[in-house]
């Protein structure tokens, strides 16, 4: 403990540095690897997989059942409608939940029919229910529309707070590489895209967007001591406030993913509850993929939007003169070291 309290120590004086601004284009292309991989893989699985409440269908619930085997109620299912494509999962420990694509009056009745013969059930214990497409394509509606408004309200906000557009475009490209990559995670493994999971992406913006705000607050402080006599370029005091706050963005990290982790394993794959692993499971993903945004994406697409601008450049080359000049080095030397490295 001692140890890393020193290793956060020096990180905050700038004892110890990690070049993160210096080396965006390794951070760029792991992201835009991974974004390529999070759209080319599903579009090559034939897409995303969504619940029932996206695109309608009929659902049967099955209680206080003696055996949780899947391809008996799938059997079931097909024998009275051979296209239905029933999804079977479990609830809990003694339920069984069986959805199709939308079945008629008669259809439902025998495979509610079929299903109780089939786990030795008396009719009553199967419940059976249906989503209509319109009421699908409202819900998806509403999932497009919260997240388009929380976008806007988030850049909007972000540029009056920080009173500079640039740092809002910033942290916007940073959740739409959050939202992208566990989007495409859904998309590669083939789990389903429920109401939760898109609550579950709401709340990871949120998360990724406090992360960085607190970076930011750490970078503006930083810029704004940096007086005539600094030796820091601009660069570098973006790169001083990573490393400043890496060590709380960690911590952070930690503390929001193990309870996550506990919902994920306990409550998903335990207890079984799909509401439970689809939420947890965006969280989760999202959390892991907002810090990786928040140090190595916003943050040196931040210093790198400023470092062309004039009054930027006139303190930059001020800053590596006066460096220079107590090292006992050329300024010009020092300009083209800072050029090629950046």
Do not use: C
Request: hydrophobic share 50%; proline share 3%; net charge negative.
């Amino acid at each position: 403990m001692a140890s890393f309290n020193q290793f956060g120590n020096d990180l905050h004086t700038g004892k110890l540095s990690y070049d993160i601004v210096g080396r965006r284009k390794v951070w760029y292309l792991a992201a835009a690897a991974m974004i390529l991989i999070a759209i080319v893989v599903p579009a090559l699985r034939g897409g995303f997989t969504f619940g029932i409440e996206f695109t309608g269908g009929s659902e049967f619930v099955l209680s206080e059942i003696s055996t949780q085997d899947q391809d008996a109620a799938s059997t079931a299912v097909t024998d009275v409608v051979p296209a239905a494509a029933p999804r079977v999962s479990v609830v809990g420990t003694d339920s069984i939940r069986v959805q199709t694509d939308q079945l008629t009056d008669t259809e439902s009745r025998e495979v509610r029919s079929a299903l109780a013969t089939a786990y030795s059930l008396d009719p009553e214990q199967v419940t059976s229910s249906f989503i209509g497409p319109s009421w699908g394509q409202d819900i998806t509606g509403s999932a497009i529309r919260a997240l388009l408004t929380f976008l806007v309200l988030a850049g909007v906000v972000m540029a009056l707070y920080f009173r500079t557009w640039k740092m809002a475009v910033a942290a916007m490209v940073a959740l739409l590489h959050d939202l992208v990559i566990t989007a495409g995670f859904y998309g590669i493994t083939g789990f389903e895209i429920t109401p939760a999971a898109v609550i579950g992406f709401l709340t990871i913006l949120g998360y990724s967007l406090y992360d960085t705000v607190v970076v930011f607050d750490k970078i503006r402080e930083n810029t704004a001591v940096d007086g005539p006599e600094s030796r820091r370029t601009f660069a570098e005091s973006v790169n001083l406030a990573v490393n400043q706050t890496l060590v709380r963005s960690i911590n952070t990290s930690v503390v929001a993913v193990l309870p996550v982790a506990s919902i994920l394993v306990i409550g998903a794959f335990v207890l079984g509850a799909g509401t439970l692993r689809d939420i947890s499971l965006a969280l989760f993903i999202g959390m892991l993929v907002g810090t990786y945004s928040t140090i190595f994406i916003a943050a040196p697409l931040y210093a790198q939007m400023r470092e062309n601008e004039p009054e930027i450049r006139k303190r930059d080359k001020k800053a590596l003169a006066l460096k220079a000049k107590a090292a006992g080095t050329s300024p010009v030397a020092d300009v083209t070291h800072a050029d090629v490295t950046a």
